[in-house]
């Protein structure tokens, strides 16, 4: 069975930085993309930030310019720079992972900033 792992999330004051990653374990082939999502109460699930097996990066227009995804050299794994964090950034941010068949979700890493 796949599992996506988030883990780095937690409490941090405005201004600050925090560093998420995912790992995956379970048998599954490498990951097309993979990207972070967010949720904040009450609202939708929205794309934070997207990238590919080759490197090419998405950023939603919010986080351009402090958050950076990267993926790491073990296999479907992948972080989520987070600078100059803002209130607004507070949420539940998600893993996930896209191969050619499933799309996979991790279970979320609350992130609160404070002002």
């Known amino acids: 069975q796949v599992q996506l792992v988030e883990g780095g999330g937690g409490l941090v004051q405005a201004g600050g930085s925090l560093r998420l990653s995912c790992v995956t374990s379970g048998s599954t082939s490498s990951f097309n993309l993979m990207g972070w999502y967010r949720q904040a109460p009450g609202e939708e699930r929205e794309l934070v930030a997207r990238i590919t097996s080759g490197g090419s990066e998405m950023y939603a227009d919010s986080v351009k310019g402090r958050f950076t995804i990267s993926r790491g050299n073990v296999k479907n794994t992948v972080y989520l720079q987070m600078n100059s964090l803002k209130a607004e950034d507070t949420a539940v941010y998600y893993c996930?992972?896209?191969?050619?068949?499933?799309?996979?979700w991790g279970q979320g890493t609350q992130v609160t900033v404070s002002s």
């Open positions: 996930t992972g896209w191969s050619a068949v499933n799309v996979y």
